[in-house]
């Protein structure tokens, strides 16, 4: 997939190991250091596992409440999007997160990430980010192509909601969304579907896609 995001000017840096377990990444060898990421976003993901990433750790504190600069805006997009695509790899992922106050569970649209190690910006922190991490699993909002359709699975809201779109203009669509895009190259229609859906986030002047496509399948895929 190609991003149609503003093109980044800084590589997101991030700290990498060869496995889950923190003593066990504590062991000579295991450790990968700092690792710049400089590759196309849909490029990263996959770089970083193919070095042996099973566990990283993002520099710095994604802060949403500070997006309005685009060139802000899409350093954020970038980390979640990253964030989203090592998720779908089963890679524990550590980072934090600050949100804007409104709304005020406006955490669930990320609720099938890696839970954040910190989360400032609901009313309760506390309660949120325990209820994110006691309610998190694999697989829990994700998308797949067939031949001629798209499929999105989301059980965020504790119910499987499911929807299919056979027109070729929503996957283009997500093609374009996948690592961040003004609101002005998706057709409004679609794009006033993705957000009532709440399958995109705005984040400043960028929207990106939620889903996380499926790499692996953890268990039989129609029990997903």
Same mark, same amino acid.
């Given at each position: 997939?190609?991003? +149609?995001?503003?093109?980044?000017?800084?590589?997101? +840096?991030? !700290?990498?190991?060869?496995?889950?377990?923190?003593?066990a990444?504590?062991?000579?060898?295991?450790?990968? &250091?700092?690792?710049?990421? /400089?590759?196309?976003?849909?490029?990263?993901?996959?770089?970083?596992?193919?070095?042996?990433a099973?566990?990283?750790?993002f /520099? &710095? =504190?994604?802060?949403? +409440?500070?997006?309005?600069?685009?060139?802000?805006?899409?350093? @954020?997009?970038?980390?979640?999007?990253?964030? %989203?695509?090592?998720?779908?790899?089963?890679?524990?992922?550590?980072?934090?997160?600050?949100?804007?106050? =409104?709304?005020?569970?406006?955490?669930?649209?990320?609720? !099938?990430? #890696?839970?954040?190690?910190?989360?400032?910006?609901? +009313?309760?922190?506390?309660?949120?980010? @325990?209820?994110?991490?006691?309610? !998190?699993?694999?697989?829990?909002?994700?998308?797949?192509? &067939?031949? &001629?359709?798209?499929?999105?699975?989301?059980?965020?809201?504790?119910?499987?909601? %499911?929807? /299919? @779109?056979?027109?070729? =203009?929503? #996957?283009?669509?997500?093609? %374009?969304?996948?690592?961040?895009?003004?609101?002005?190259?998706?057709?409004?229609?679609?794009?006033?579907d993705?957000?009532? =859906?709440?399958?995109?986030?705005? /984040?400043?002047?960028?929207l990106?896609?939620?889903?996380?496509?499926?790499? %692996?399948?953890?268990?039989?895929?129609?029990?997903?």
């Open positions: 997939m190609t991003s +149609t995001a503003t093109p980044p000017t800084r590589a997101l +840096t991030l !700290h990498a190991w060869r496995d889950y377990d923190k003593d990444c504590a062991l000579p060898g295991m450790s990968l &250091g700092a690792v710049d990421l /400089t590759a196309p976003p849909d490029d990263q993901a996959a770089r970083l596992w193919e070095l042996g099973r566990r990283v750790e /520099t &710095g =504190e994604i802060d949403l +409440t500070a997006v309005d600069d685009p060139a802000d805006a899409d350093r @954020a997009v970038r980390s979640l999007c990253l964030i %989203r695509d090592l998720t779908a790899r089963a890679v524990l992922v550590q980072w934090q997160l600050r949100l804007p106050p =409104e709304p005020d569970d406006g955490w669930r649209d990320l609720s !099938h990430l #890696q839970p954040p190690r910190t989360l400032t910006g609901p +009313t309760d922190p506390a309660a949120a980010l @325990a209820e994110w991490r006691n309610g !998190h699993y694999l697989c829990k909002c994700l998308w797949r192509q &067939g031949p &001629g359709f798209v499929q999105i699975r989301d059980r965020r809201w504790g119910e499987l909601r %499911r929807f /299919t @779109a056979e027109e070729p =203009e929503y #996957q283009q669509a997500i093609d %374009r969304l996948s690592y961040g895009a003004p609101l002005r190259d998706v057709p409004p229609a679609i794009a006033a993705f957000l009532a =859906e709440r399958l995109v986030s705005r /984040t400043g002047p960028l990106w896609w939620l889903p996380y496509r499926v790499n %692996r399948w953890i268990q039989e895929a129609m029990a997903v």
